[in-house]
């Protein structure tokens, strides 16, 4: 033992750390996703943690707080592009495509669950470090809409099989608003946007204020302006209610339009779902088309579970072609966040064991090695007591890391092996070539 | 599309990017190595990516070349710790353990598969970033040497089941080293140590100039220092070897008492996997006993493959607690980035993808949609085509992606399903409920 005095370490504020029987759900809901990812024919993809600079910012600067590398004792670093940790996986994957276009085969369909990080100020459902789970397809020329339909139903699915049911993804189209606030004759829609979009934060009357404040905008228009954002259906209904603000717009048209091709596509999930919200107003910039935000209903304040939508121009910042695109992202680590602490979730168990042989006596540990591997060719999970300590105490091992079954080797020769089941406590003779639990494991 | 002319990214020196195809090999890497671990009963844990620096120096300056990450656009630092990201996944563990102690079982046997980052200068076998796979065992106040036999025990399952079958582990333990040179009566061992350490790059003759010059060591002390390093043999030869030397010391004796009992409890293994190889001096501070490297054959100018060993004082730096344990690292991404671009491995597919749809028309997509739903729910990973474009269009994006069977709905509602096997081209009727795919999947 060192004589010095320990350093303490302490969690780092924002980058979450699990306990086994908690990361046990975690991976347990990684698998789940993959394979409901891959049942639809998505590929896995990963990508560095790094991106230069450059592809970061491409689109312009962020908002969001972009970590930066630098190497500790670095003596020079002329030769070392400006390299910071990505922020997303949807810039990552947009230059992917752009520099290995020629080895792709389009429409690409990929999945990529990684960490992502940014340097925001933790608060309730902000990470630094948090891992996203993305389905994006990606087409040459021009993406078909249906692809924009397919996607919210492979996220429903795989939320579903995680036990997360108290949901709802709403839906909407940058077209409406970008033809709605064009059809009320303002300019700087982009401006409008950015505060209709605060409507979930500081309510209606902090918006019309901030409308008429910031950019002096009429009662009568910033009223006009947040009229349509109340407007949220489960159905087609939202199609009409737009229409009746009595707004004229070729590319509002269009955007209902698009949006109804998807609430009729998606007509088959249960009413309540899916939402058409001309609420979302999403800040990223590449969003071109849909727009998908997904909420837990039990917990608004940790922001959106779900997000994503339609691009049009993001690999073309990279490559001399039109690649559009729509994808969507589950923020595990958000969604893990809420439930975890408020005891949502039954936690997993502390370790994959399913047998854990006894070692009676240092004699016997070849037969013992010898159990517990024709136990794990026949797929089960199995430890053997690395000392031939009291059996009381190799019982309690068991027990503390919850371990379903606990094996006795045969005492001699003749004897026959005995498992002990910890849940009902019945001991029976057992066949280790043979054995099935009387419970799954 | 832009019309400004794209920023062409390029890859970045040392952060490897595969393409589908490699990264489904990698996957099925990583799945199948996770799976050996929970075998032996294993369980998953991730540690954040950065810690504070603090931590990862708590042994002393490392050589090896920290990243820090800092926000681009702070303003201010001042209640930020300074954090780095991690350069292994020992020391991230060891902290972790101490963290929650109090919320552990012990012995306890955790894996952990993650990325690593080192700041060094790309060169053959060396990333920046890369994936270990990591085992250890930690216990309180004492870990039985048995745990140093059953980890490479595991690893040389794990390698194998990935087709690595061309490698070898050395096994050696630092008293060895330690006690034969106090026995040589040298005082400054660790000096001695680092240079014998270049034995494999610099050769005998280098090391032995080294100590001259560097050490001012005559040249039978350089002799009898180099001597020892020369001893590797696939059994326990290699006690006797070492005390044909003459060197006294008990330190040496125990030792030679440990190693020998290792290579006794793994003598099960085919001979010549595991070697006790008297020249592993390995750089890390934190071993104290067992120390292991595994090298592919094949390869030995990457470097090792497989690297650990037991450490008695690490945790402690952290709690008032003695854990000792003992651990092992695979270097996945050393191992992929040897064999991928030698064409050493046969690629994955490029998308997980068993069946296609067909979509013979847009009145038919309601009956398309159906039946792939019938196939993924029965385990195929299934697409239906998007648009209903010309057939051999079609055909040709199964053929591309490599997807194995293309399925045919009904012309009409008295029709027959039809599935074509693209490798043998026949196409037959077939029930999407009962349908059994001729070869694998």
Redesign the interface.
């Known amino acids: 033992?060192?004589t010095?005095k320990?350093?303490?370490?302490?969690?780092?504020s924002g980058?979450?750390?699990?306990?086994?029987e908690q990361?046990?759900i975690e991976?347990k809901w990684i698998d789940s996703i993959r394979q409901h990812f891959?049942?639809?024919?998505?590929?896995?993809?990963?990508?560095?943690?790094?991106?230069?600079?450059?592809?970061l910012l491409?689109k312009g600067e962020t908002e969001k707080?972009?970590?930066?590398?630098?190497?500790?004792?670095?003596d020079d670093h002329t030769d070392d592009?400006r390299?910071?940790?990505h922020y997303d996986l949807t810039v990552p994957f947009a230059?992917?495509v752009?520099?290995?276009f020629n080895?792709?085969?389009f429409?690409f369909?990929?999945y990529q669950i990684q960490?992502c990080?940014r340097?925001e100020r933790p608060q309730a459902g902000r990470y630094r470090?948090f891992c996203q789970c993305d389905i994006d397809i990606v087409d040459v020329e021009r993406a078909?809409l249906?692809?924009d339909a397919?996607i919210p139903t492979i996220v429903y699915d795989a939320l579903r099989s995680l036990e997360v049911t108290d949901f709802y993804i709403g839906i909407s189209n940058r077209k409406i608003l970008h033809g709605y606030y064009q059809g009320l004759g303002i300019d700087d829609v982009a401006s409008v946007i950015r505060i209709v979009d605060k409507y979930d934060k500081i309510g209606q009357e902090g918006v019309l204020t901030m409308l008429q404040s910031q950019l002096g905008q009429s009662e009568k228009l910033s009223r006009q302006c947040t009229e349509i954002a109340h407007i949220r259906t489960p159905d087609m209904t939202f199609v009409d209610a737009v229409k009746a603000l009595g707004v004229q717009s070729n590319l509002l048209d269009q955007g209902l339009d698009e949006l109804a091709f998807l609430m009729d596509q998606l007509d088959d999930l249960p009413r309540g779902v899916i939402l058409a919200d001309m609420a979302i107003a999403r800040g990223w910039d590449y969003y071109t088309g849909t727009v998908y935000e997904g909420w837990l209903n039990e917990f608004p304040s940790i922001g959106t579970i779900v997000a994503g939508g339609r691009y049009d121009?993001l690999a073309?910042?990279?490559?001399?072609?039109?690649l559009p695109g729509v994808g969507i992202t589950i923020g595990l680590t958000r969604i893990l966040g809420a439930l975890l602490p408020e005891n949502r979730l039954e936690l997993g168990?502390?370790?994959?064991?399913h047998v854990?042989v006894i070692l009676p006596n240092e004699e016997q540990r070849k037969n013992v090695v010898h159990t517990a591997n024709l136990l794990?060719q026949r797929g089960f999970?199995?430890?053997t007591y690395?000392?031939p300590a009291k059996l009381s105490h190799q019982l309690r091992?068991a027990s503390?890391?919850g371990i379903p079954y606990v094996w006795f080797p045969p005492f001699d020769e003749n004897g026959d092996h005995e498992v002990k089941d910890m849940v009902s406590r019945a001991q029976v003779s057992a066949n280790p070539e043979t054995w099935t639990p009387g419970h799954n494991v």
Request: hydrophobic share 30%; proline share 10%.
């Open positions: 033992m060192s010095q320990p350093y303490r370490p302490r969690p780092i980058f979450p750390e699990w306990l086994p990361r046990a991976l891959e049942r639809h024919g998505f590929c896995s993809i990963e990508t560095p943690s790094v991106e230069t600079l450059d592809v491409v707080e972009i970590y930066t590398i630098n190497r500790l004792q670095a592009a390299l910071a940790l230059r992917y752009a520099q290995h080895e792709l085969v429409p369909k990929r960490r990080w340097g470090e078909s249906h692809f397919e121009d073309s910042s990279f490559i001399k072609k039109k168990p502390k370790c994959p064991t854990l794990r999970n199995t430890e690395h000392e091992y503390k890391k």
